[in-house]
């Protein structure tokens, strides 16, 4: 299963933003630290490409310490990047970020020429909690969900510092199915655009994978060592259903409950910090990705060309 979700409000945010960004001097793309490559939006580059970008690697604080540096030294390689990481809610680190503006963008400052700062990024990675730090007001509405704020908003953060907030935004076509697991289990994915059980069998196999001491001793599933790596996701849910008390009548387990389970605890960082890829994992999944779309492509010409009519001679009298 793929996971797809571009709803209508997305396709105001993508006008709202490609209007605005003519008159922003630097932009902020706010990522996921726990999902550095898939929470970066392909189409958001394609809008602000041109303006001087700053990335953030945001939720620092529940992504892996280890995973975090080869992800900035990934992003800080690419040639017109900076990327830092945070924690959106610790003001000195988020503070320097003003500074990294000015640095982009020498040249403005100053009430006649005040600088204009665009917040972007998927939906739920913290882009107004950061804002809030950022004017030590709290200006903009948070939530832990999907979609929060619905329209874009200006925050003035000094006579010549503006902000602007805008709702999150995921791409058409999510093309790597990997990225669209990893976004869901995020939190980055509206409720109704996925099923929560096929998210949550896939973080059980990838935190098998990588994580399985977390998962251990989060559940107390009281197994052999090693054993929870090599258990099946689906007995595997049911096991943490069991023992966390999603049960329906007759000793069946209740599945949906249990996948809402250990997609909270993913999402609240019970289980620990975790980050679910790393940069070589994103770039393979992302190849695998382009193949697929270059083959679809193929398909549709193919298609179009058999489906041509045959054009009619001109007459001519
Ligand atoms: N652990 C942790 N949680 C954070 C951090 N930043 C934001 N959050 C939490 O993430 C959730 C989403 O934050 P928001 O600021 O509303 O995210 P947003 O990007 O504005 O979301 P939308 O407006 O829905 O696109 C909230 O529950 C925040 O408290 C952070 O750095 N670390
Ligand atoms: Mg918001």
Redesign the pocket.
């Known amino acids: 299963m793929a996971i797809q979700w571009f709803p209508g409000h997305m396709h105001l945010t993508r006008k709202a933003i490609a209007e605005r960004v003519k008159d922003i001097d630097v932009v902020i793309e706010?990522l996921d630290a726990r999902l550095p490559g898939s929470s970066a939006n392909p189409l958001l580059s394609e809008l602000t490409g041109h303006k001087p970008t700053l990335k953030v690697l945001?939720?620092q604080?529940?992504a892996d310490s280890e995973r975090t540096p080869l992800w900035l030294d990934w992003y800080n390689a690419q040639p017109g990047t900076r990327a830092v990481a945070?924690?959106?809610?610790d003001a000195a680190p988020a503070r320097k970020l003003i500074d990294g503006c000015h640095q982009l963008a020498p040249n403005r400052g100053g009430m006649a020429k005040p600088m204009r700062v665009l917040i972007c990024?998927v939906?739920?990675?913290?882009?107004?909690?950061?804002i809030n730090t950022l004017s030590n007001k709290r200006q903009a509405k948070?939530?832990?969900?999907?979609?929060?704020?619905k329209l874009e908003q200006r925050i003035t953060l000094a006579d010549d510092f503006y902000l602007w907030d805008t709702?999150?935004m995921l791409w058409p076509r999510i093309t790597a199915p990997e990225s669209g697991y990893n976004l869901a289990a995020s939190g980055a994915v509206g409720r109704n655009a996925y099923d929560e059980e096929l998210v949550a069998l896939e973080l059980l196999r990838r935190l098998q994978r990588q994580y399985a001491p977390l998962l251990e001793v989060r559940y107390k599933l009281a197994l052999p060592e090693g054993a929870v790596a090599q258990m099946d996701d689906e007995e595997l849910l049911a096991a943490i259903g069991k023992k966390r008390g999603a049960m329906l009548g007759g000793g069946r387990v209740n599945v949906q409950k249990a996948a809402e389970i250990v997609l909270t605890d993913f999402r609240t960082?019970i289980l620990g910090r975790i980050t679910l890829e790393t940069p070589a994992e994103f770039e393979t999944w992302r190849e695998a990705g382009r193949l697929e779309d270059a083959e679809r492509n193929a398909r549709k010409e193919a298609r179009k060309v058999k489906t041509k009519k045959p054009q009619r001679g001109l007459l001519v009298l």
Do not use: F, R
């Open positions: 706010v945001n939720k604080d529940v945070l924690d959106a809610s990024g939906p739920n990675v913290g882009k107004s909690t950061l948070t939530g832990d969900e999907a979609g929060i704020t709702p999150g960082a």
